[in-house]
């Protein structure tokens, strides 16, 4: 471990413990791994008051004194005309603050530079410094410059910026506790750079070159060759990745492997919590008195939630692997990859890091807009973000390409990978429209960092996982329990009598139980459509009496369903949907998405708890096996399976994506006319392609 | 500057606009260069839209940078040579500081082509 700490030529301030120390670093200088080292899962994740920009603020642990790390986006200068620059200006200057923090300058700031990569980090560095606040280098990557044969020597540095210099690896956790041991006591630097930009740039490379002339003459000349060998190799994989068939190629494999995983590993797990979810039911059902409040218990809290948080696998499991691949340095070349086809679309590869992200989520994704330099462009993307297929689109797709393809997990991944391919058609389509009428123009040039190849951090993957999962969790735990138990009453109520065939099928079952009828008496009793099924069944008269009680159940789930407010609602709704094969059923289980798509399958789970056995089979089966308020039709016949499906990837069904757009589209009423458009025309795409797929399957 | 590829150049020499003395050649578009070439950026790039300009000099391609061409074409890869603009300092040889103290930008061609570098003496 290296430290160095400069002497300053002033005295500086009188002592003053920091409590506010904020990170700046350019992007892929490993200032994440370094904020996850520090702080662990100690950390919030929010947005700066007043913008859609997150901010992570995380508390040190190594460390007994009380310091809050405010992570800052990655920028490559203060100067630009960006909105994380911006962002970044405007925290150092004490006019914003991160969420819960009080609005004044940093106490001090820590500038997170790439060893391997010194001097275009240094002026970063610099206009960090002439903003005259207590400041200390973090030198992060220290092994790898090491291994790369660049000796950097800290105490060199310090002396050139005359400030504090630590030599870190967020990766393997060197200098870590001499960073915190320094962040306690930073005084302020003794050098000011030049305020203009060209001077700037001027004393980077001056002191760069100063700096490494010393460590020069200590350390002697170095060995680069295996640096250079290293170099070639990237020149060879770059070559591979950005080429238009090989890489596009490689492209492609990644994507289906992407998908193939989320499917084949999470079934262990999904598996797992469906299980304990109806255990938990069945537990509950025995131990708790019959009525109102088991009722609300089991089919609407635990058949709610738990219908969505079965998903949680596979969404982690999404996070997970798109953080690892992006911490390789892969989708930098993707972006140029996927820039000659975005281009005729009036799109560059800029839009590629906003609209991946869009697939997680499109609030951060049209968030992410903000990195494209062009204002038409970038309506262009804000307009498009919501047809790439986010997250919370998952639960939904992993619904209905399971029912499409029980037990075939190759199928369903390419069923899987068709709706994201059919999201991002829809977007591209609809871009070009735009560019091509109310946003006329050309996409801009594009230039963009490309990361050195590395391994990826499981750390780092593991954080922003954990992170994604718990605010999923939280969404379930919150909203969507809500929704559940608002639709749970309204499905529910008003309470009916049992109907007279229901009736009857009891009255049947408990003569059996009597032993006052056989069972071949049974059968002629009893009509309608278990006839067919008690059929050459049920010798055994426990066994049948077991079956009618069954259907006896499922006859009066679906006449109270059919007449709740619930119900009411969804005969209303339901001649909008008529064409595209939605039953009332579906039609509430669309509307519901409206407020959150991740709705879907648990409000399907609660509309159709009670037209089958709940006891015995898991939500997914329930769900399969659901039928229509004749009890024959089943709901989800693959003509209307697949028009869903389609439904869903193009629709807009996210209010909070809607208030981003309109805010991010210009705010007031300019925004609010983006927004209205972004809705108009995502659900008239949808519906128009979700009526022509019905109508061709059907 | 031992660079034998640079020899085997044949670029379209264009004036540059550089402050007046301060490229000792005429300047050739950083697309002119094939792969492996290495080559010093010129100064402010007018010919480019301002903010693109910003942006490019934000990533490291400012004057007097050094920069070695990793892939032609489109999209065009170098590789920025840190500390390669003084002579006196760490780099006698471009070459050798491949990997080592750099990074690696991508530009679309019709960026590169407004990047005016000048080929080593």
């Given at each position: 471990m290296t430290t160095a700490t400069h002497e300053p030529e002033h005295p500086p301030a009188a002592p003053q413990i920091p409590t506010r120390v904020a990170l700046v670093g350019n992007p892929n200088t490993g200032k994440t791994t370094l904020f996850n080292a520090l702080c662990g899962l100690r950390h919030k994740t929010g947005n700066f008051p007043g913008t859609t920009q997150e901010a992570r603020v995380g508390r040190l642990r190594h460390t007994s004194q009380s310091i809050d790390l405010i992570d800052l986006p990655g920028i490559y200068s203060l100067e630009l005309d960006l909105s994380e620059s911006e962002i970044a200006r405007r925290v150092l200057a004490g006019s914003l603050a991160a969420p819960g923090m009080i609005q004044a300058a940093p106490d001090t700031v820590c500038v997170v530079v790439d060893a391997t990569n010194l001097e275009r980090n240094l002026v970063l560095v610099g206009e960090v410094l002439r903003r005259r606040l207590p400041t200390i280098i973090a030198l992060n990557m220290i092994d790898l410059a090491r291994k790369r044969g660049v000796a950097v020597d800290p105490a060199q540095l310090a002396q050139e910026l005359g400030c504090p210099v630590v030599a870190v690896s967020g990766r393997t956790g060197e200098g870590l506790d001499d960073l915190c041991k320094q962040k306690s006591h930073v005084p302020l630097n003794n050098r000011t750079p030049p305020n203009t930009q060209e001077g700037v740039e001027a004393w980077a490379s001056q002191t760069f070159v100063a700096a490494m002339a010393r460590t020069r003459a200590h350390a002697g000349k170095r060995d680069t060759t295996q640096a250079a060998k290293a170099s070639q190799r990237t020149d060879r994989i770059d070559r591979v990745l950005t080429h238009p068939v090989l890489g596009l190629a490689f492209f492609a494999a990644v994507m289906f492997g992407l998908f193939y995983s989320i499917f084949s590993l999470a079934a262990i797990p999904m598996g797992l919590i469906e299980t304990i979810f109806g255990s938990l039911t069945t537990w509950l059902q025995a131990k708790l008195p019959p009525g109102i409040l088991t009722d609300f218990i089991t089919s609407g809290v635990i058949a709610g939630v738990g219908s969505t948080l079965v998903f949680l696998p596979q969404i982690m499991l999404l996070f997970f692997l798109i953080s690892l691949l992006e911490d390789t340095g892969y989708f930098a070349r993707a972006a140029f990859l996927v820039d000659r086809f975005m281009r005729p679309f009036g799109l560059s590869g800029y839009a590629f890091v906003p609209l991946l992200s869009s697939h997680a989520c499109a609030l951060p994704g049209i968030m992410a807009t903000r990195a494209i330099p062009d204002t038409k462009e970038r309506l262009a993307a804000i307009l498009v973000a919501p047809f790439m297929s986010c997250s919370a689109r998952i639960p939904v797709y992993v619904l209905l390409t399971t029912l499409l393809f029980p037990g075939k997990p190759a199928m369903q991944a390419l069923a899987f990978i068709g709706c994201y391919a059919l999201g991002a058609a829809a977007g591209m389509f609809s871009a070009l429209i735009a560019r091509r009428t109310i946003l006329k123009g050309k996409a801009r040039a594009m230039a963009l960092e490309l990361p050195t190849y590395k391994m990826p951090s499981i750390k780092t993957a593991l954080m922003t996982t954990w992170d994604r999962g718990l605010m999923f969790t939280?969404?379930?735990?919150?909203?969507?329990?809500?929704?559940?138990?608002?639709?749970?009453?309204?499905?529910?109520?008003?309470?009916?009598?049992?109907?007279?065939?229901?009736?009857?099928?009891?009255?049947?079952?408990?003569?059996?139980?009597?032993?006052?009828?056989?069972?071949?008496?049974?059968?002629?009793?009893?009509?309608?459509?278990?006839?067919?099924?008690?059929?050459?069944?049920?010798?055994?008269?426990?066994?049948?009496?077991?079956?009618?009680?069954?259907?006896?159940?499922?006859?009066?789930?679906?006449?109270?369903?059919?007449?709740?407010?619930?119900?009411?609602?969804?005969?209303?709704?339901?001649?909008?949907?008529?064409?595209?094969?939605?039953?009332?059923?579906?039609?509430?289980?669309?509307?519901?998405?409206?407020?959150?798509?991740?709705?879907?399958?648990?409000?399907?789970?609660?509309?159709?708890?009670?037209?089958?056995?709940?006891?015995?089979?898991?939500?997914?089966?329930?769900?399969?096996?659901?039928?229509?308020?004749?009890?024959?039709?089943?709901?989800?016949?693959?003509?209307?399976?697949?028009?869903?499906?389609?439904?869903?990837?193009?629709?807009?069904?996210?209010?909070?994506?809607?208030a981003v757009t309109a805010k991010e589209s210009g705010g007031g009423s300019a925004g609010l006319k983006w927004a209205a458009l972004q809705l108009i025309w995502m659900c008239g795409i949808a519906y128009v392609a979700a009526l022509i797929v019905y109508q061709v399957l059907s | 500057m031992s660079n034998n590829s640079n020899n085997a150049a044949t670029p379209n020499h264009t004036n540059c606009d550089c402050p007046p003395g301060h490229c000792q050649q005429k300047s050739v578009a950083l697309t002119s260069l094939r792969e492996g070439q290495t080559a010093v950026v010129c100064a402010a790039m007018t010919s480019m839209p301002t903010d693109d300009a910003a942006y490019v000099r934000a990533l490291g391609l400012r004057p007097s940078a050094h920069v070695r061409v990793c892939r032609a074409g489109q999209p065009c890869i170098v590789e920025v040579l840190s500390g390669a603009s003084d002579d006196s300092a760490c780099c006698q040889d471009d070459a050798s500081l491949a990997g080592s103290c750099s990074c690696r930008i991508g530009l679309s061609r019709e960026l590169a082509q407004h990047v005016m570098v000048e080929l080593p003496r």
């Amino acid at each position: 471990m290296t430290t160095a700490t400069h002497e300053p030529e002033h005295p500086p301030a009188a002592p003053q413990i920091p409590t506010r120390v904020a990170l700046v670093g350019n992007p892929n200088t490993g200032k994440t791994t370094l904020f996850n080292a520090l702080c662990g899962l100690r950390h919030k994740t929010g947005n700066f008051p007043g913008t859609t920009q997150e901010a992570r603020v995380g508390r040190l642990r190594h460390t007994s004194q009380s310091i809050d790390l405010i992570d800052l986006p990655g920028i490559y200068s203060l100067e630009l005309d960006l909105s994380e620059s911006e962002i970044a200006r405007r925290v150092l200057a004490g006019s914003l603050a991160a969420p819960g923090m009080i609005q004044a300058a940093p106490d001090t700031v820590c500038v997170v530079v790439d060893a391997t990569n010194l001097e275009r980090n240094l002026v970063l560095v610099g206009e960090v410094l002439r903003r005259r606040l207590p400041t200390i280098i973090a030198l992060n990557m220290i092994d790898l410059a090491r291994k790369r044969g660049v000796a950097v020597d800290p105490a060199q540095l310090a002396q050139e910026l005359g400030c504090p210099v630590v030599a870190v690896s967020g990766r393997t956790g060197e200098g870590l506790d001499d960073l915190c041991k320094q962040k306690s006591h930073v005084p302020l630097n003794n050098r000011t750079p030049p305020n203009t930009q060209e001077g700037v740039e001027a004393w980077a490379s001056q002191t760069f070159v100063a700096a490494m002339a010393r460590t020069r003459a200590h350390a002697g000349k170095r060995d680069t060759t295996q640096a250079a060998k290293a170099s070639q190799r990237t020149d060879r994989i770059d070559r591979v990745l950005t080429h238009p068939v090989l890489g596009l190629a490689f492209f492609a494999a990644v994507m289906f492997g992407l998908f193939y995983s989320i499917f084949s590993l999470a079934a262990i797990p999904m598996g797992l919590i469906e299980t304990i979810f109806g255990s938990l039911t069945t537990w509950l059902q025995a131990k708790l008195p019959p009525g109102i409040l088991t009722d609300f218990i089991t089919s609407g809290v635990i058949a709610g939630v738990g219908s969505t948080l079965v998903f949680l696998p596979q969404i982690m499991l999404l996070f997970f692997l798109i953080s690892l691949l992006e911490d390789t340095g892969y989708f930098a070349r993707a972006a140029f990859l996927v820039d000659r086809f975005m281009r005729p679309f009036g799109l560059s590869g800029y839009a590629f890091v906003p609209l991946l992200s869009s697939h997680a989520c499109a609030l951060p994704g049209i968030m992410a807009t903000r990195a494209i330099p062009d204002t038409k462009e970038r309506l262009a993307a804000i307009l498009v973000a919501p047809f790439m297929s986010c997250s919370a689109r998952i639960p939904v797709y992993v619904l209905l390409t399971t029912l499409l393809f029980p037990g075939k997990p190759a199928m369903q991944a390419l069923a899987f990978i068709g709706c994201y391919a059919l999201g991002a058609a829809a977007g591209m389509f609809s871009a070009l429209i735009a560019r091509r009428t109310i946003l006329k123009g050309k996409a801009r040039a594009m230039a963009l960092e490309l990361p050195t190849y590395k391994m990826p951090s499981i750390k780092t993957a593991l954080m922003t996982t954990w992170d994604r999962g718990l605010m999923f969790t939280k969404k379930a735990g919150t909203m969507i329990l809500a929704i559940c138990i608002v639709l749970w009453w309204l499905s529910s109520y008003p309470k009916l009598p049992t109907p007279a065939k229901a009736q009857q099928y009891h009255e049947v079952a408990d003569q059996l139980d009597a032993g006052t009828i056989t069972a071949f008496d049974a059968r002629n009793q009893t009509f309608g459509p278990l006839h067919g099924e008690l059929k050459g069944r049920g010798e055994q008269p426990s066994h049948l009496s077991m079956l009618l009680r069954r259907e006896a159940d499922a006859i009066y789930g679906r006449e109270v369903t059919s007449n709740s407010f619930l119900g009411r609602i969804g005969k209303t709704i339901q001649p909008v949907f008529a064409p595209l094969g939605y039953d009332w059923q579906l039609s509430i289980g669309v509307l519901a998405s409206f407020a959150a798509r991740e709705v879907f399958a648990s409000t399907m789970a609660v509309i159709t708890t009670g037209s089958d056995d709940a006891e015995s089979e898991t939500a997914m089966q329930r769900i399969a096996t659901a039928t229509r308020a004749d009890g024959v039709t089943p709901i989800f016949t693959p003509a209307v399976s697949w028009s869903l499906l389609v439904y869903f990837v193009l629709a807009m069904q996210c209010l909070p994506t809607l208030a981003v757009t309109a805010k991010e589209s210009g705010g007031g009423s300019a925004g609010l006319k983006w927004a209205a458009l972004q809705l108009i025309w995502m659900c008239g795409i949808a519906y128009v392609a979700a009526l022509i797929v019905y109508q061709v399957l059907s | 500057m031992s660079n034998n590829s640079n020899n085997a150049a044949t670029p379209n020499h264009t004036n540059c606009d550089c402050p007046p003395g301060h490229c000792q050649q005429k300047s050739v578009a950083l697309t002119s260069l094939r792969e492996g070439q290495t080559a010093v950026v010129c100064a402010a790039m007018t010919s480019m839209p301002t903010d693109d300009a910003a942006y490019v000099r934000a990533l490291g391609l400012r004057p007097s940078a050094h920069v070695r061409v990793c892939r032609a074409g489109q999209p065009c890869i170098v590789e920025v040579l840190s500390g390669a603009s003084d002579d006196s300092a760490c780099c006698q040889d471009d070459a050798s500081l491949a990997g080592s103290c750099s990074c690696r930008i991508g530009l679309s061609r019709e960026l590169a082509q407004h990047v005016m570098v000048e080929l080593p003496r």
